[in-house]
């Protein structure tokens, strides 16, 4: 009988699983003398190919007398980029053809006659590097007219002086709930303005230091005339003048810097606002140099974004005017590139390669930026390194509920599993892990509100068909949006009972947040208590006057731990899990990881070498031993 476990392969690659494109390395079976192998090769598949390459592998000769393994060698280099599956295959003395594959469950070697799961190689762009403070940091998301509004003279009663306001604008006071109604056109808008501004960010850098970030994810702040959230803009070569000037971005820059802390501005580049002078010239003059920078018919129709929303017209990124606006010499990405030490890019699924490809370029031009790309789907191995560094992490995201809230362990496990196999080292360092989004239902409310989503669906899909807000009109599947909106409204507070159950689930989940594969990103308020549904409840103002001290406290202890331990945290390689279950436990290098969905107390079988290590971290400070965890809790051990 075979002993599987006794067949080994190495590579002498930098790091397991990953080997930069053209560059040769060597690939190394030891194989028992009692399994007959003739003719040993080795097979590269790309996916969709059968295969791309195939190396005859050279049995070494040895004068070592009464060794019980043959070893198999081969120098390989694959030429291009993306997700190489590999496997061998041999002819056995009695002519029949085998493969020995590596099973992506165990890594562990089976042979078959058959199709099996095949163990991957990351093959990437050779010398991709992200800069080293985009790993291992806390990034914080904030939304800019929510966050803080700062200014001597321009505020009277909470209310903007009728001097210094933009023709137009709703302007509201803070704290108020937006606006979430039609207008008096009978139109859901944007044009809630509270007049959050970058002096107001500036004022709150040491408020950043507290929670040990190190990176401010920043919404747009390109000139919107009619949208608080900017993601339309009707001139992305400006700055709102309510956010403030170049002069307050450099002078924000500047200061975090010295600080130690790092800008990532986030850019909508798919689209822009109709009232765009470049769309208005192009869609009233046929003869516009601005015509193909957009799909226009000879009806004068036009592709706008979801096939929704008329007021944001879609570019066309095969026009080369286009291009030049966003990353030419004199583009979007030069201007802002110098005050700024990355991009965060408005749905990146959309945007083309090259045209991705043209914005890193641009923006690593004069010194290194980090791109993050907002991706809901696992993104394409071939673009990390190329078109962007990293990506928005909502597959975590999901998976963290979906544990927490179904108990869907294997999905949780598998997601974390499918992206260290998919994604070179670098990206994996890169990605940004958000338990909620400016896009998705608040933390608290996802763990404690009506109407979240089971099965395949994400959980905060809370409007998609079928929902108590589709109805089938004369055939026809609509979607209620007063209703809905009213129904979140009307829903939108947590009882105590409820908030304070949501908060003590919540806890459970940064821990994981904090201490999982990428980077901890908080969206604003969150760590104050601040909860809502989806758009525009998932958006208000921050709560100054409303802090949940005690929930603030536990983000900067844990900030603390993460910042004490940041080179253990930040290397994705020390990953080790050990039990996925109702309770998840996962090695990073000197740390242990556990935590508990489980209602009540659970023993668990540390490994030995953290029998005696200490409790630096835990959810609940009744958690006083590392043998046993108490019911729905969370604690980090360190070994002494």
């Not at 990405?333 to 045209?355: M, S």
């Not at 969150?526 to 409840?537: H, I, M, N």
Request: aromatic residues 14%; glycine residues 6%; contains cysteine.
């Amino acid at each position: 009988m075979i002993n599987n476990n006794e067949i080994r392969v190495f590579t002498n690659t930098h790091r397991v699983n990953e080997a930069e494109v053209g560059t040769e390395f060597k690939l190394t079976v030891t194989i028992p003398k009692d399994i007959k192998v003739n003719n040993l090769k080795v097979l590269f598949n790309m996916e969709g190919e059968n295969p791309s390459v195939v190396k005859e592998m050279t049995k070494e000769q040895t004068t070592r007398e009464n060794l019980a393994y043959d070893c198999y060698t081969v120098t390989v280099s694959l030429d291009r980029i993306g997700n190489y599956y590999y496997f061998f295959s041999f002819t056995d003395n009695y002519g029949h053809n085998q493969a020995i594959k590596l099973s992506r469950e165990t890594n562990k070697p089976i042979f078959t006659m058959g199709e099996a799961p095949y163990f991957r190689i990351l093959v990437v762009q050779k010398n991709f590097k992200v800069p080293e403070f985009a790993k291992g940091a806390i990034y914080y998301q904030l939304f800019v007219d929510r966050f803080y509004y700062a200014s001597a003279n321009q505020k009277q009663n909470g209310v903007i002086k009728k001097e210094h306001r933009i023709k137009g604008r709703n302007y509201r006071r803070w704290g108020e709930m937006p606006n979430f109604m039609r207008n008096e056109k009978g139109v859901f808008h944007n044009n809630d303005f509270f007049r959050g501004n970058l002096k107001g960010i500036e004022e709150k850098l040491s408020y950043f230091k507290s929670l040990s970030v190190s990176v401010l994810y920043i919404s747009p702040i390109n000139f919107s005339l009619y949208r608080y959230d900017r993601y339309a803009a009707t001139n992305h070569m400006m700055i709102d003048p309510d956010v403030g000037t170049f002069e307050d971005l450099a002078r924000l820059h500047r200061k975090a810097n010295k600080m130690g802390i790092h800008i990532v501005l986030d850019m909508a580049l798919n689209h822009c606002s109709s009232d765009n002078p470049i769309f208005k010239d192009a869609i009233s003059n046929p003869n516009s140099p601005y015509r193909d920078w957009f799909y226009i018919d000879k009806n004068g129709n036009y592709r706008y974004w979801y096939g929704e929303f008329t007021d944001m017209p879609v570019f066309n990124q095969a026009s080369q005017g286009y291009r030049n606006y966003v990353y030419g010499e004199n583009g979007i990405i030069a201007k802002f590139a110098p005050f700024v030490d990355g991009f965060r890019l408005d749905v990146a699924e959309e945007l083309w390669p090259d045209v991705l490809e043209g914005i890193r370029n641009r923006a690593n031009e004069n010194k290194a930026h980090v791109i993050i790309a907002e991706y809901w789907n696992r993104a394409q191995t071939s673009y990390f390194g190329r078109c962007f560094d990293g990506t928005t992490n909502y597959l975590y995201t999901n998976a963290l509920y979906k544990w927490l809230m179904d108990g869907e362990s294997n999905y949780f496990a598998s997601q974390i599993k499918d992206l260290l196999e998919n994604y070179p080292y670098e990206a994996v360092c890169t990605m940004l892990n958000s338990l909620d989004t400016h896009d998705i239902v608040r933390a608290l409310t996802i763990i404690m509100g009506k109407w979240m989503r089971h099965g395949l669906d994400r959980r905060w899909d809370i409007d998609k068909y079928p929902s108590p807000w589709h109805k089938i009109i004369d055939g026809i599947i609509r979607f209620l949006t007063d209703k809905f909106r009213q129904d979140e409204f009307n829903n939108d507070r947590l009882s105590p009972k409820d908030y304070r159950r949501a908060k003590k689930l919540l806890k459970l989940l940064i821990i994981l947040q904090y201490t999982l594969l990428g980077n901890p990103c908080i969206y604003y308020g969150t760590e104050v208590g601040l909860y809502g549904y989806k758009d525009p409840f998932n958006r208000k103002c921050f709560p100054w006057d409303r802090i949940d001290k005690d929930l603030l406290h536990y983000y900067k202890r844990i900030g603390s731990m993460y910042e004490q331990n940041r080179e253990i945290l930040k290397d994705p390689s020390n990953y080790k899990p050990i039990r996925y279950d109702d309770v998840v436990c996962y090695e990073r290098g000197n740390l242990l990881i556990v935590v508990s969905r489980a209602k009540f107390a659970q023993n668990i079988n540390i490994p030995q070498e953290f029998y005696d290590a200490e409790i630096i971290f835990a959810s609940n400070n009744k958690q006083k031993q590392n043998a046993r965890i108490l019911g729905e809790t969370g604690m980090i051990l360190r070994r002494r």
